[in-house]
């Protein structure tokens, strides 16, 4: 893995738009030769400095506050320069132009960040916790990003890394005594150290998908007849008229999409266009995209008229939605039949009686969500995690159990370990091709 850059980035840092204070972050080896041509001088390592900031000609471009944090000590371990003027986007542009003038060019999204991951200031998943503390939606994940960010997800992997190459170097050194009769795997407690790495393992999988669903949320999609309620019910999840109701069928003509959040989940809620049989062109297509969003979606809400209860069409309507998505009868307008808010399981299928005019039920259905989506109240420990994350931890997962099957092959279990311990490596980037390196970095914001 490379760990020196030859050539020195510059962006802006701050978020486009005016503001109070916007900084441009240079970074790189002619870090001092831009400051000496902007500052007139390279200000005192880590002090926070009001100087002219200054263009070719000798006009002032501004006056604000230059710092100069020295390599290694420094978000991307190179020599940084940070130059803090006032937020206008034509003067951030003005002083963006002057570095790259001097030498440096523009930054790619997540640049700073990957040359922090390649001289070592981040392992890789705390580079991801970078972008995930930005993007943030809710409290939560914020928090969960912080933990991320601050190595405890990274601790948690090297830790369990470390028994891995610990148990692996065991077992391979009892390779080396084939004609011995003493056997190694049960004397060094081969089966118990694996079966104790399989619990680590769970308890680190448990927070990991608790800090995906905080970061990635669910998608759920409202479908049914037209008026059975599903905008109602859109806009009485949401706390706020989000979309359009009226007693004319057919008002919804597109897909309309909510982000809200339920103790601190995301949850991304699509409402959707009747479903019925229409000669309006515009209604058609809107039928259609309302199918495609079942494409998409983890759970699909169908609605039914509590009045009228399951009929022929919404036995139609369940039989196209895909096999694979969690499906929820939801009985709405029981302050019409007068039935009480609650929740059964009838043949194997879920259904959910409520109110979206009045709210009741509201929380059953709220309640429901969070357990399908596997939520847990405590959230002490949740770390941030990705799908990727989940990938190689599943991998680990599947390595160790086939080692257990192999209990009485070394050479197999010394090879189920190796590959356990390779996707564990990828997860904090000791073990990670090139290019998903660049997939994950593209999609940070420039200037981090």
Request: with cysteine; net charge negative.
């Amino acid at each position: 893995m490379q760990k020196n850059n030859v050539d020195t980035i510059a962006a802006i840092a701050t978020a486009s738009g005016a503001g109070g204070i916007g900084i441009v972050r240079v970074s790189g080896a002619l870090c001092q030769t831009i400051a000496h041509a902007i500052l007139g001088q390279c200000p005192p390592p880590r002090h926070a400095a009001y100087l002219d900031f200054m263009d070719a000609d000798g006009t002032l471009i501004d006056r604000g506050i230059a710092i100069y944090y020295p390599n290694p000590h420094s978000y991307t371990g190179e020599d940084v320069l940070e130059l803090q003027a006032h937020g206008g986007t034509a003067l951030m542009q003005i002083l963006l132009a002057r570095c790259i003038s001097l030498g440096a060019r523009q930054a790619a999204p997540g640049e700073f960040t990957r040359r922090a991951y390649l001289n070592d200031k981040l392992d890789l998943a705390q580079a991801e916790a970078v972008a995930d503390l930005i993007n943030a939606a809710t409290e939560q994940a914020a928090k969960s990003a912080v933990r991320s960010l601050s190595g405890e997800f990274s601790l948690a992997i090297q830790t369990l890394l470390q028994h891995l190459i610990e148990l692996r170097l065991y077992v391979e050194a009892c390779l080396d005594f084939p004609e011995e009769e003493i056997d190694f795997i049960s004397q060094g407690r081969v089966a118990e150290k694996i079966a104790q790495n399989q619990q680590a393992l769970q308890h680190i999988l448990s927070k990991a998908k608790q800090g995906a669903l905080l970061r990635d949320g669910i998608q759920v999609v409202l479908i049914g007849q037209p008026n059975v309620g599903k905008s109602s019910l859109l806009n009485a999840l949401a706390g706020e008229e989000v979309a359009i109701v009226t007693p004319i069928a057919g008002t919804t003509r597109d897909t309309i999409k909510s982000a809200i959040q339920i103790s601190g989940v995301p949850l991304h809620v699509i409402d959707t266009a009747g479903l019925r049989e229409t000669d309006d062109e515009v209604e058609k297509i809107g039928i259609a995209r309302t199918y495609r969003a079942t494409e998409t979606a983890n759970i699909a809400l169908i609605l039914v008229d509590a009045t009228h209860g399951i009929g022929e069409q919404e036995k139609s309507i369940l039989e196209r939605l895909p096999q694979e998505i969690i499906k929820i009868w939801v009985h709405n307008k029981i302050d019409v039949t007068h039935e009480a808010p609650a929740i059964e399981n009838k043949n194997g299928e879920m259904h959910l009686y409520l109110s979206a005019k009045t709210g009741q039920g509201l929380d059953l259905l709220k309640a429901q969500l969070l357990k399908i989506a596997g939520y847990q109240a405590s959230g002490e420990g949740v770390f941030m995690a990705r799908a990727r994350h989940l990938q190689a931890l599943g991998l680990v997962e599947k390595h160790l159990h086939q080692a257990l099957l192999q209990i009485n092959t070394a050479e197999l279990i010394a090879e189920e370990l190796r590959l356990a311990q390779d996707a564990l490596s990828m997860i904090t980037g000791e073990f990670t091709p090139d290019d998903l390196l660049g997939e994950i970095f593209s999609k940070f914001c420039i200037g981090k």
